[in-house]
């Protein structure tokens, strides 16, 4: 007890700041939500109060919008993350395990590209994609993310690849293990947590990303989610329909709360252990 | 198979054996399967992402509309940008934004991670901990257009607050406001605790080897000195990689600005990025487009080296 309250008298003034921090910052989270269930007239009027009857019709009406944007975006980081895993995994296995010549070249050369900004290569890229007959398909992002997308993955994998003890990989050599299966049975399973973390990052960054689609989609039939979010809140903001805006926003940002969610436990470690530090 | 698995390191061995080593091409020969492992790797890397580099360094020389006229002209892209005066404003923005988001991200996100780490009570570390990454899960666009509603002229929350505490006077159109657009874009994300910057210094918190900290205590040092002369030399490396990540974030990501402002009012708000995009999608100069993205790349290497050489690493204890 005495231990509890010198732990509080101790944390108090910290708490204070960061609470401080936290309010400001979900501050506008919680407006938004809250708002997304008022309707356009208690706009104008009771800008601050708490809808008493929700206007359910926002969702109703954001959800005609913005869902075959969201179906899009699900197919484009799917096939995405399934990419960049498959042909990461694979990748990083061979850089981790094995001694073979031009091993330090070939990763640096793909080392190299970390430094090579997204800013330079967008304008060939899109002529490229252009000439490749792939404007207004989902090839047009999922090719590109992939390749993209593996370069992070690969370096984050590879040295956890390489942190395995050999003696697991020794014994199931002995036991007259092909590569395919110290792959599959060894290395995929162990890697679990920095799949996931590789995973999330990658639906992340590919669910987030605006320029590219902008340029190479301009189909609406095939817009992502930011296209999305982004015509429609001039739209709906425009003609100052608030509450069906704020309600689409919510509907965009419901498929990442629940991957999140489902795989919060790996994610926060995986970020704040091994895959920063390296 | 397993044959392949067990070569080991070949090259040094050899020379104790006296055998004749192994050739190179017949070890490359004998890892031939590896290499096919990684060529989807190799082969989306050089279609996707070397290939357009090079082009955009190459076509840097060229007057290009990407299609039927390409005309070599040497180095005049570039001089053409030296007395390019969108080039310049655009240039000396983004020298503010990044000054700018240079010292946020050295400070708010820096002290957050501080007073997570020196919290006694695990359990709240860790709630405090998953609180700042749940807004990381917020889609980005999302976020963006939050504060576009925040800055909107009438209905926005930022004039309906100050109208709420009675600074009517205060209130404005910031994202059209002429002197404050750029910065009404650096506060977004106030108070920028919950990304990426935090969990990376709350990391380099955490590999601080405890025998360190606790022979600061020992030799009687305040918290506060045990701050400025263990934790924050400790976690210098995550201060670094922080700089080089804003920098680089900085210098390249444009949708913020494209999507608040449009670059506008005017130009006051106009980056590089911009300037690239709308040089080459509405003006379709895309050689010109590749020798602003030439320069951008190469100012980032210079002050990625920069950083690296000047910014002092973290004491060598942290083993990585």
């Known amino acids: 007890m005495v231990e509890r309250r010198r732990t509080l008298g101790h944390d108090l003034p910290i708490h204070v700041v960061l609470g401080f921090l936290a309010v400001v910052t979900f501050f506008p989270f919680v407006f938004l939500l809250v708002s997304s269930f008022r309707s356009t007239v208690e706009f104008m009027h009771t800008f601050w109060g708490i809808p008493l009857v929700p206007e359910w019709a926002n969702y109703r009406d954001a959800w005609k919008v913005i869902s075959p944007y969201m179906l899009n975006s699900l197919i484009i980081s799917g096939a995405s993350m399934f990419g960049v895993l498959a042909i990461a995994s694979v990748s990083s296995f061979v850089f981790a395990r094995f001694q073979f010549p031009g091993r330090e070249f070939l990763f640096l050369a793909i080392l190299a590209l970390l430094m090579i900004p997204s800013i330079l290569t967008l304008i060939p890229a899109f002529l490229l994609i252009k000439d490749l007959n792939l404007i207004n398909t989902y090839w047009a992002l999922i090719l590109p993310y992939i390749a993209g997308g593996q370069v992070f993955a690969i370096f984050i994998l590879r040295s956890f690849i390489a942190s ?43 669910w987030n990303d605006y320029i590219w689609p902008l340029v190479t989609i301009p189909s609406q039939k095939l817009w992502t989610i930011s296209l999305g979010i982004v015509s429609f809140g001039s739209q709906y903001g425009g003609l100052e329909r608030w509450g069906p805006m704020f309600a689409g926003y919510v509907i965009a940002s419901i498929p990442l709360i629940i991957l999140f969610t489902l795989t919060m436990r790996y994610f926060i470690a995986g970020l704040t252990s091994g895959a920063i530090k390296a | 198979m397993s044959a392949t698995v067990t070569a080991g390191t070949p090259g040094h061995a050899a020379s104790d054996r006296a055998a004749t080593p192994p050739s190179l091409l017949v070890r490359i020969l004998s890892y031939r399967t590896v290499y096919l492992w990684l060529a989807p790797t190799f082969l989306l890397l050089f279609i996707f992402n070397y290939y357009p580099a090079f082009s955009a360094l190459y076509h840097s020389l060229f007057q290009w509309n990407g299609a039927n006229i390409k005309l070599f002209v040497g180095v005049s892209n570039f001089v053409e940008l030296w007395h390019d005066p969108l080039w310049w404003e655009s240039f000396w923005h983004l020298m503010i934004l990044t000054i700018a988001l240079v010292l946020i991200n050295l400070t708010f996100p820096l002290g957050a991670a501080a007073m997570i ?204």
């Not at chain 1, 036991?175 to 399973?189: E, K, V």
């Not at chain 2, 359990?123 to 899960?137: G, N, Q, T």
């Not at chain 2, 050689?287 to 000047?310: E, K, Q, W």
């Open chain 2, 117 to 320: 780490f020196h919290l006694w009570n695990m359990r709240m570390a860790y709630f405090y901990r998953v609180l700042l990454v749940v807004p990381m899960v917020v889609p980005g666009l999302v976020v963006l257009m939050i504060w576009k509603f925040i800055y909107s002229p009438n209905i926005g929350l930022l004039n309906q607050t100050l109208e709420l505490v009675g600074l009517e006077m205060l209130t404005r159109p910031w994202l059209g406001d002429f002197k404050l657009a750029l910065y009404a874009i650096i506060f977004v994300g106030f108070p920028w605790v919950a990304g990426i910057g935090t969990l990376i210094y709350l990391a380099g918190f955490q590999a601080i080897p405890g025998e360190l900290m606790d022979s600061a205590v020992i030799d009687g040092a305040s918290t506060w000195q045990r701050l400025m002369f263990v934790e924050l030399p400790m976690v210098m490396s995550q201060i670094k990689l922080v700089v080089i990540l804003t920098i680089i974030t900085a210098f390249q990501n444009f949708t913020i600005v494209l999507v608040m402002t449009g670059g506008g009012p005017g130009t006051e708000t106009l980056v590089p990025g911009l300037h690239l995009y709308r040089t080459a999608m509405a003006y379709n100069r895309m050689g010109y487009a590749c020798a602003i993205g030439t320069v951008l790349f190469a100012l980032t290497l210079v002050l990625t080296y920069l950083n690296h050489r000047y910014l002092r690493s973290s004491v060598e204890f942290s083993g990585t």
């Open chain 1, 164 to 206: 395995l003890p050999e003696e697991l990989f020794e014994a199931s050599r002995l036991d007259g293990a092909s590569t395919f299966q110290m792959f599959w049975h060894i290395a995929l399973p162990l890697s679990k947590p920095m799949l996931i973390t590789v995973a999330i990052m990658n639906v992340l960054s590919t």
